[in-house]
């Protein structure tokens, strides 16, 4: 068995989980996801199994030396975290401690005695733990050690650990108020951490929250029954839940010049939506071919192409009418739909790309690390690229616009546009952004004059007998 499924705290970071990834692959295991523990425990208790499911939960996860609280919310099967509070300094650990400075006064054991024997300290830290658990099912407890008889009773045990309960109180405060929520806005609460079998902590938890806490599972098992969950429905035999993962590489389509128009940028989580409008190149047309790409470099012809297909059946409008309506969708098998739809006619189509887009982790990691070594001549590439097409669309509009109001330019303005057309076009020809802005600045300038007053005289002549009246 080499796939594994690994859970981490849910305040990980992104560099933290690539850590924990990348030491699983160290230990020969292929890591098929990395799952927040808070999220693992609420499915062991199947909290989040219904799709129709709505509710904010809190998950208490009180360790040996470890605590934390976090909120979740779980809608339409997504788990999102909303806030994580906790103390990496405070656990059971604290509570043994407790008992043991509690026998050091009762009974007179100096530190000097301690220190001078190791053993004793090991065997009255052993003697904590065991009055610990045996004081969260019993009140009282008793044994012989070194000739005295080591006891304590409940009442006392609580008063030893309730500041530390306390400060998980204080803790859960503070998540609630990261989150913007009160206790009485938290549906379901999730014991986790062996701890928590401390009968003090389930009451004081009780109390906050206003509601009983779910401790039927072994809370030293319930992350990993969590897990083992997630791994059953990625063996495939649970395809009834949804599952939160990230987007390894970027994914857009193709634009005018070969660019990549990023919708979704990698690391989104998924399922995860997006949409974006186009419009038409040129006048009348009827088409549009929409090719999806996954990559993180400018130019679609350095990613990855996953599929294309063509949008048809556009009414006939002038370029820039038509809306063009492309979104992407990942659903929560990581298979990813691209619908397009023109807005004003209703013409649709759309596509359906599998799960994983058949990249392996190498692949990802080549493509992630080409797109940082080429960054700098990617942005160039770019630059040049919107300049030229930017360029081409301003001769193409000027020439439809010569052609259909050529009786109201003069002949020098006529001819200052040729030129000015002219140099554009040769400038396209060359590699230097900063000469075709240059060109595309000096034909603007030498048409916009006569272009607004062709505008204005269009517009006096479509008012005139028109009588405009005051409003009252």
């Not at 050690?145 to 080591?150: D, H, M, R």
């Amino acid at each position: 068995m080499t796939k594994a499924v690994i859970t981490v705290p849910a305040y990980f970071n992104d560099a933290q989980r690539q850590a924990t990834r990348d030491a699983g692959k160290l230990a020969g295991l292929d890591v098929l996801r990395i799952v927040n523990e808070p999220t693992a425990a609420s499915l062991a208790y199947g909290i989040g199994l219904e799709s129709h499911e709505e509710k904010t939960i809190a998950v208490y996860d009180l360790g040996g030396g470890t605590f934390d609280v976090s909120v979740l919310r779980i809608a339409g099967g997504v788990f999102d975290v909303l806030s994580t509070h906790g103390d990496t300094y405070l656990g059971g650990d604290d509570f043994d401690r407790a008992i043991l400075d509690y026998w050091l006064g009762e009974y007179g054991i100096t530190k000097a005695e301690l220190s001078a024997s190791k053993e004793l300290l090991q065997t009255l830290r052993l003697h904590a733990e065991s009055a610990k658990k045996v004081l969260s099912s019993e009140n009282e407890f008793a044994i012989e050690s070194n000739g005295e008889t080591l006891s304590i009773n409940k009442e006392v045990f609580n008063k030893l650990i309730n500041p530390f309960v306390e400060r998980t109180i204080e803790s859960c405060k503070q998540a609630l108020s990261d989150a913007g929520l009160k206790p009485e806005d938290i549906d379901e609460v999730v014991m986790v951490g062996g701890s928590t079998r401390v009968p003090l902590v389930k009451q004081r938890v009780t109390e906050f929250f206003g509601k009983a806490v779910h401790d039927e599972l072994n809370p030293d098992e319930v992350v990993a029954l969590g897990a083992a969950i997630q791994a059953d429905i990625l063996a495939g035999n649970n395809k009834d839940m949804l599952l939160l993962d990230i987007t390894p590489l970027s994914l857009g389509i193709e634009t005018m010049g070969g660019l990549m128009d990023v919708l979704i940028p990698r690391n989104s989580k998924i399922p995860t939506k997006a949409g974006r409008q186009y419009t038409t190149q040129k006048d009348g047309q009827s088409g549009m071919r929409i090719s999806v790409y996954q990559g993180e470099r400018d130019l679609v012809k350095d990613n990855r192409k996953l599929g294309e297909f063509n949008l048809t059946g556009i009414p006939a409008m002038p370029a820039g009418l038509p809306k063009v309506e492309v979104s992407f969708l990942i659903n929560a098998d990581g298979i990813l739909q691209v619908n397009a739809k023109e807005l004003r006619s209703g013409v649709e189509q759309s596509i359906e790309i599998q799960p994983q887009y058949g990249l392996t982790d190498s692949e990802v990691e080549r493509m992630l690390l080409e797109s940082i070594t080429h960054a700098k001549d990617d942005i160039a590439i770019r630059a040049l690229v919107e300049a030229k097409t930017e360029g081409q669309q301003l001769l193409e509009t000027t020439e439809r616009f010569i052609s259909k109001n050529a009786t109201f330019l003069t002949g020098n303005e006529l001819t200052e546009t040729a030129h000015a057309m002219q140099s554009l076009q040769l400038a396209l020809t060359m590699e230097d952004k900063n000469l075709i802005q240059q060109k595309i600045e000096e034909l603007n300038e030498i048409s916009r004059p006569y272009a607004e007053r062709v505008m204005d005289e269009a517009i006096s002549e479509k008012m005139k007998g028109t009588t405009i009246l005051d409003t009252p």
